[in-house]
């Protein structure tokens, strides 16, 4: 079955750095475009980053732009969201997501908190 599990995320004060890694099984991996999804508490689930199977530089919430980094590796089946310059609106529980023909599927997340 499909599966996708986070890891990475940690509390870490206000300008420090997080990477958070995405292990990926179940699926042909290289064939899919692989997302980064975060949620605070009382907000909506918003998309953070994405990867296109030719990978390259991602796409990005105007937010986030030229601080996050998102990276895949299709020979370890792993998506990674490099996290710099972070800030306390960056808490949140980060989301690992691919979308399989007509379903979504969700790793069970990872919390990052930043706080000093």
């Known amino acids: 079955q499909v599966q996708l599990v986070e890891s990475g995320g940690d509390l870490v004060q206000p300008g420090g750095s997080l990477r958070l890694s995405c292990a990926a099984s179940g699926f042909t991996f290289s064939r899919y475009t692989m997302n980064w999804y975060r949620q605070a508490p009382g907000k909506e689930r918003e998309l953070v980053a994405l990867i296109t199977t030719a990978g390259g530089n991602g796409d990005y919430l105007d937010s986030v732009k030229g601080r996050f980094t998102i990276s895949r590796d299709n020979a370890k089946n792993t998506v990674s969201l490099q996290m710099n310059s972070l800030k306390p609106e960056d808490t949140a529980v980060y989301y690992c997501?691919?979308?399989?023909?007509?379903?979504?599927?969700w790793g069970q997340g990872t919390q990052v908190t930043v706080s000093s």
């Open positions: 997501n691919t979308k399989i023909r007509w379903s979504n599927y």
